[in-house]
């Protein structure tokens, strides 16, 4: 037979335009699944934002903020009472109170937290200080090993802002603690929720601790 074969009758060979429509297709599927992600992710912030666990526990663990010179900002200030709040209930017999110096400071969030507890009256054998953690990874496993050596179980009530509550809960899990969450009262502003939405969305791919060391 001379000559090339050419195509079988009836059968079609796509072109640049179907393939692009193609592609098209696919990336529209992907973007979707990855707003249907983080939509969810989004809703999941923001109910645990609005939920208060204070399931008896080991300790209550005190997540850092900002100070000024040891007075605690008004963030810390909210998370500080909300913990004697819960330690005057009964929820656990220990406050562990975490954070470590940011540069400049005199002092670090731990021992800001620790002197304003005592001033508030808990004693201090209730009072437990972490002073390295500059972020949430470092003091969620910092106060792990406290916990540990407690000898009364991995059970806490970690005390943060509400729209902190979800990723805080999801990092004590992965350091091996049993969290329950208490936000103080501080609000959550949308800017927040989808803050912490992002970080919840990669922290659940790549791990806490990972991002903790990108991130700082």
């Known amino acids: 037979m001379a000559g090339a074969v050419a195509s079988l ?30 939509s969810f992710t989004f809703v999941q912030v923001w109910w645990a934002s609005n939920q208060d666990d204070r399931t008896p526990a080991s300790a209550i663990v005190v997540l850092g903020a900002a100070q000024y010179n040891g007075e605690p900002s008004p963030v810390l200030q ?14 656990a017999p220990i406050i562990v109170v975490t954070g470590g110096k940011q540069e400049g400071d005199r002092v670090g969030e731990g021992y800001a937290s620790y002197d304003e507890l005592r001033d508030q009256g808990i004693p201090e054998s209730a009072l437990k200080i972490e002073v390295d953690g500059t972020n949430t ?34 990092i004590g899990g992965e350091v091996g603690l049993q969290p329950h969450t208490s936000p103080s009262d501080e609000s959550s502003s949308l800017s927040s929720l989808a803050r912490e939405t992002l970080a919840v969305s990669l922290g659940r791919i790549v791990s806490y601790r990972r991002l903790a060391n990108w991130v700082g």
Do not use: C, N, T
């Not at 059968?11 to 529209?28: E, K, Q, S």
């Open 137 to 170: 990874y470092e003091q969620l496993s910092a106060a792990k090993a406290i916990v540990d050596d407690l000898g009364g179980g991995d059970s806490v009530v970690i005390v943060s802002s509400p729209y902190h509550s979800f990723r805080s809960s999801a």
């Open 78 to 91: 909210g998370r500080l009472d909300h913990a004697a709040e819960l330690w005057e209930a009964g929820v």
């Open 9 to 38: 009758p009836g059968a079609a060979v796509p072109g640049w335009g179907a393939v692009f429509r193609l592609i098209r297709r696919v990336v529209a599927g992907l973007l979707a699944l990855v707003v249907l992600y983080l």
